[in-house]
């Protein structure tokens, strides 16, 4: 691998549909201990279903991990609704109160984006310590990828990229994504009507351009794109 991690092929008996990370991730940390001669005092299983998780999330997580002596810290999304749910063939409801979403009570969702755990509440049948904390990670890094609609989402996420500009651009090259340009300016900015802002677009861009009193959005069908003002 590139950056240096490490493949571990499960075995035959972890790798069925039906089997859950548990007792994979014990196997795997049985295994790299022996074969490294060594305890680990930190055990993170983050999963590629959430690739929107970022570096400054994580390291956050960890801070709060050993700030706050957690044996498991997860991550999680706040998403406090009215439930229902189903108890020998009856619906019943999932609250004492009927109140409105901003008046109800924490309702903590797990993102799957990652887990923390250290070394003594790691068996393998759980990753679930006597003290466990949670972590509430950005709208944008909890998309967990379960089906077409979430990837695509994802994609669309991923993309999507921001260029900050100061004064003024005369010729501008993009590469393959979609973007919002932004034009500042400490003072007013007046644009002869010779002047032009030209961008070289790939076919499959999408160009979304805000300039102070006037908004463009363009979805070039060419590879060549001129807005002119």
Not at 29 to 49: A, F, G, H, V, W
Not at 69 to 94: C, D, F, I, M, Q
């Amino acid at each position: 691998m590139n950056y240096g991690a490490k493949v571990i092929n499960r075995n035959e008996s972890l790798a069925g549909d039906m089997v859950t990370l548990d007792p994979v991730i014990y196997d795997a940390l049985i295994r790299c201990e022996k074969e490294n001669n060594c305890s680990y005092d930190l055990i993170i299983t983050m999963q590629p279903t959430s690739p929107l998780t970022t570096v400054k999330t994580l390291d956050a997580a960890i801070q709060k991990f050993l700030d706050e002596h957690y044996n498991t810290l997860l991550s999680v999304v706040n998403k406090p609704h009215l439930s229902w749910t189903e108890k020998e063939g009856r619906v019943l409801p999932a609250y004492e109160k009927r109140l409105n979403r901003q008046q109800l009570p924490k309702n903590f969702l797990e993102t799957g984006a990652f887990v923390i755990v250290d070394r003594k509440s790691i068996s393998e049948n759980s990753r679930f310590g006597e003290i466990v904390g949670v972590f509430e990670v950005p709208e944008r890094e909890a998309i967990d990828i379960d089906d077409a609609t979430d990837w695509i989402m994802t994609e669309s996420l991923m993309k999507k990229k921001k260029i900050l500009f100061f004064n003024s651009v005369s010729n501008l090259i993009l590469t393959n994504h979609d973007y919002s340009i932004f034009f500042f300016s400490s003072e007013h900015i007046s644009v002869p009507s010779s002047r032009h802002i030209e961008f070289l677009i790939p076919f499959h861009a999408t160009i979304q351009v805000f300039l102070f009193q006037n908004c463009f959005h363009c979805s070039p069908r060419n590879t060549h794109q001129s807005l002119n003002f």
